[in-house]
Nanobody, 114 residues
């Protein structure tokens, strides 16, 4: 079955960096569009970034543009989100998503706090 497992979250100071990973299995990862979303308590999930099967990133909102980069390794079936210049407002649970079939991982917590 489809499985998405995020990792790499944690506590980081403002201005710091983190790289999130999402290990995918159970589907044709190399042919799939993939997304990263984030969610804070009481808010709807926010689309952070989209990547095409060939690795072109799309849909970065202005709030993260220039700081976040989505990428993928189709051989390893891993999706990445490189986050730099982190701000307290980036604090959220980050989710990996395969839009086809609406599959989600369990999420990984990112906390930006001094």
């Amino acid at each position: 079955q489809v499985r998405l497992v995020e990792s790499g979250g944690g506590l980081v100071e403002p201005g710091g960096s983190l790289r999130l990973s999402c290990a995918a299995s159970g589907f044709a990862f190399s042919g799939s569009w993939m997304n990263w979303y984030r969610q804070t308590p009481g808010m709807e999930r926010e689309l952070v970034a989209t990547i095409t099967p060939s690795g072109i990133q799309k849909n970065l909102p202005d709030s993260v543009k220039g700081r976040f980069t989505i990428s993928r390794d189709n051989d390893k079936k891993i999706l990445y989100l490189q986050m730099t210049g982190l701000k307290p407002e980036d604090t959220a649970v980050y989710y990996c998503n395969r839009p086809t079939g609406n599959y989600w991982g369990q999420g990984t917590q990112v906390t930006v706090h001094s």
